[in-house]
């Protein structure tokens, strides 16, 4: 009896804790029902404030794009993105430039001369209107190992307006958008499919878990670190304005995992709150499919991040979703 008492004052305890973490954040916002296959959605903010995503409805296509004008309450109807009418698409990544431009880079399918091999090449436009109007598309070279291809997953670094840092699958480049031009980017190494970032304080990070203080010509290993790197398609890492860093972790088996959570550099990258994530996303359940979080930084208090749910028996069925976190939950 005694113990029975005992674990009930626990339970109430610990409920109203319990009851903080899932009631601090709002519901999440449904962008999208009907989904499956690589959706992997991308996400940007525009220097005027809008949102733009973009995802793929279902495997290959079609190719979707919508915008939000109040801070990602509502979306616009979702539209095919023009430029992958005619090809299949693995999706990519959406960056924001200095200029206020915006760059949409994707996936194109392609085959090759072996009949058993598909592979895959990076093209991508840009933007000047907020993400109304886009150019007509550009590409990057194809991976000289077809069968490794060569995919794009995460935001360019802007090093400076003729120079974008580009990680690739298959290679990471320095990538000049006036002549096409690609150069190895820092100590020539390949980073891989990992997100890398400049810090507040110019630094730069990289998924594979390394710093460097010299733009890249020498990198700094950090330890412990995020694990966005042995499935960097499905992490991300972001930098925003107080000089923290945010990495994704999902949390669970199969393939989607149970929750997401956010883990926490507060140092510039240079060490990382591994111990102490801070719940994102937990139905309760099994997400079901890779969730493939993306999160921007809407203003000085708020982080926006869009994700997909797969679970048909949730209400409203699966989808493709968008919740907003105060930046304060990610503080100690």
Not at 44 to 58: H, P, Q
Not at 125 to 130: K, L, Y
Not at 158 to 173: C, G, V, Y
Request: proline share 7%; aromatic share 8%.
């Amino acid at each position: 009896m005694k113990t029975q008492i005992g674990t009930l004052l626990m339970a109430l305890l610990f409920a109203p804790l319990l009851f903080a973490q899932a009631s601090d954040l709002p519901a999440p916002v449904r962008i999208e029902t009907g989904v499956s296959g690589h959706i992997h959605p991308a996400l940007c903010i525009t220097k005027k404030g809008t949102l733009v995503a973009v995802y793929c409805k279902s495997e290959y296509k079609p190719y979707l794009i919508t915008r939000s004008t109040d801070a990602g309450k509502t979306w616009s109807k979702p539209v095919l993105f023009a430029p992958t009418e005619k090809t299949q698409v693995y999706p990519g990544s959406l960056t924001t430039l200095a200029d206020g431009r915006l760059v949409h880079a994707w996936n194109v399918w392609y085959a090759t001369d072996d009949p058993k091999v598909r592979s895959r090449f990076v093209a991508y436009s840009t933007s000047s209107d907020d993400g109304v109007s886009w150019s007509e598309p550009k590409s990057l070279g194809k991976a000289k190992d077809e069968k490794l291809g060569s995919v794009i997953r995460h935001p360019i670094v802007e090093l400076s307006p003729k120079a974008w840092l580009i990680p690739l699958m298959d290679r990471t480049i320095v990538y000049n958008p006036e002549t096409g031009v690609e150069n190895p980017f820092g100590d020539g190494r390949n980073h891989g499919l990992v997100p890398i970032v400049r810090t507040a304080k110019g630094m730069l990070v990289s998924g594979k878990g390394l710093r460097s203080t010299d733009d890249g010509k020498t990198w700094d290993t950090v330890k412990p670190f995020p694990d966005v790197a042995s499935q960097g398609w499905r992490h991300e890492m972001i930098a925003i304005k107080n000089g923290w860093l945010i990495a994704s972790q999902i949390v669970g088996p199969g393939t989607g995992g149970e929750k997401i959570n956010f883990i926490v550099s507060r140092d510039d990258g240079k060490s990382w709150d591994v111990d102490h994530p801070v719940e994102f996303y937990n139905p309760g359940r099994a997400i079901g499919g890779r969730a493939c979080p993306r999160t921007v930084e809407i203003d000085g208090k708020t982080l926006g991040t869009i994700f997909y749910d797969i679970d048909a028996k949730q209400t409203g069925g699966n989808g493709v979703f968008f919740r907003t976190t105060a930046t304060v939950r990610l503080a100690k």
